[in-house]
């Protein structure tokens, strides 16, 4: 396949001769062309993050369906008050230990 066919997009920057040096000694101890490194390395650099921007999103929608399950708690189902039932007999059966908790 023609590289063209495989990179059809083209990216360009202006960079300080200090950089693109830089640059070009990290892609030369990586092994690396320097385009190849430079797509590799701000591929890696987006992908960081997109995916740190994702989990903050994520993390905030959680805390609104916490907030609102905690707000408005939803009505017990027999798989729950099945659960309270066993708690409340083992509690009991071991009420001898907690006689001083109130």
Same mark, same amino acid.
Request: net charge positive; proline share 5%.
């Given at each position: 396949?023609?590289?063209?066919?495989? $990179?059809?997009?083209?990216?360009?920057?202006?960079?300080?001769?200090?950089?693109?040096?830089?640059?070009?000694?990290?892609?030369?101890?990586?092994?690396?062309? !320097?385009?190849?490194?430079? @797509?590799?390395? @701000?591929?890696?650099?987006?992908?960081?993050?997109?995916?740190?921007?994702?989990?903050?999103? !994520?993390?905030?929608?959680?805390?609104?369906?916490? @907030?609102?399950?905690?707000?408005?708690?939803?009505?017990?189902?027999?798989?729950v008050?099945?659960?309270? &039932?066993?708690?409340? &007999?083992?509690?009991?059966?071991?009420s001898? !230990?907690?006689?001083?908790? $109130?």
């Open positions: 396949m023609p590289k063209s066919a495989e $990179r059809p997009e083209r990216l360009e920057a202006r960079i300080t001769k200090e950089q693109k040096e830089l640059v070009q000694r990290a892609a030369s101890i990586q092994g690396r062309t !320097l385009t190849d490194f430079v @797509v590799h390395s @701000v591929t890696d650099a987006a992908s960081r993050i997109v995916q740190e921007q994702e989990a903050i999103i !994520l993390s905030e929608r959680d805390r609104q369906v916490f @907030v609102e399950a905690f707000l408005n708690p939803p009505e017990p189902n027999d798989a008050k099945a659960a309270v &039932q066993r708690y409340k &007999q083992f509690i009991g059966g071991a001898h !230990l907690c006689k001083n908790i $109130r």
